[in-house]
């Protein structure tokens, strides 16, 4: 979302999956390019019997690269002071306490000047299940939504909140490819840049 969406300490990025669609992949991904950058991020999963470990080994990541736990009361999280934090991924069971949730993720943000990547589950038509609310806390909210959903291979994000744009937009698309053999994603863009 580089060239996308202006970011800072303070924001947080909510990033949105359906069930099997490969959040805990596209975490891993995210952790890989903040441990390229030599930013070491907390990582949180709220899911039992998560493989991220798995996917992490697969995409060269080694122990040591980023910090992990598991907790499935995301209220009892508490965020590490000007870090990136990582949370994979939000279901919550009650849905009127869907702004309660954030808020306090906002309250974590403003006490450590943190930075939030949070997943969170879709419903099944590709739709956040708190619309109204989603879209009113993070700098940026986005879908993975699968061109085929048989398949997995490509995708794209669509981006339908971003709160300081680049460029005069509201919603973006970018469209990837993710690689079965190696477990990295990319943007299409990108990998026809590296064919010039």
């Known amino acids: ?15 949105g999956g359906k069930t099997k669609a490969g959040k805990t992949h596209l975490a891993m991904n995210i952790v890989k390019q903040l441990v390229q950058q030599g930013i070491k991020p907390y990582y949180f999963s709220l899911e039992s019997g998560s493989r991220f470990a798995k996917t992490a080994l697969a995409l060269n990541l080694k122990e040591g690269d980023f910090y992990w736990t598991l907790e499935s009361d995301p209220t009892k999280i508490e965020f590490e002071k000007n870090s990136i934090t990582i949370i994979d991924w939000l279901y919550i069971e009650d849905f009127t306490q869907t702004n309660n949730v954030l808020k306090y993720f906002v309250d974590q943000l403003f006490k450590t000047n943190g930075f939030l990547i949070l997943f969170t589950q879709l419903k099944e038509s590709g739709d956040y299940f ?9 700098a940026l909210a986005a879908r993975y939504i699968y061109d085929d959903e048989k398949d997995g291979t490509y995708g794209k994000w669509k981006i339908d909140a971003i709160r300081d744009p680049k460029e005069k937009v509201k919603t973006h698309e970018i469209s990837c490819v993710y690689n079965w053999d190696n477990k990295e994603l990319k943007r299409l863009d990108e990998i026809k840049g590296d064919s010039k």
């Open 1 to 15: 979302f580089y060239d996308v969406a202006n970011f800072s300490y303070g924001d947080m990025l909510l990033l």
């Open 130 to 138: 708190a619309p109204n609310l989603i879209k009113n806390f993070p």
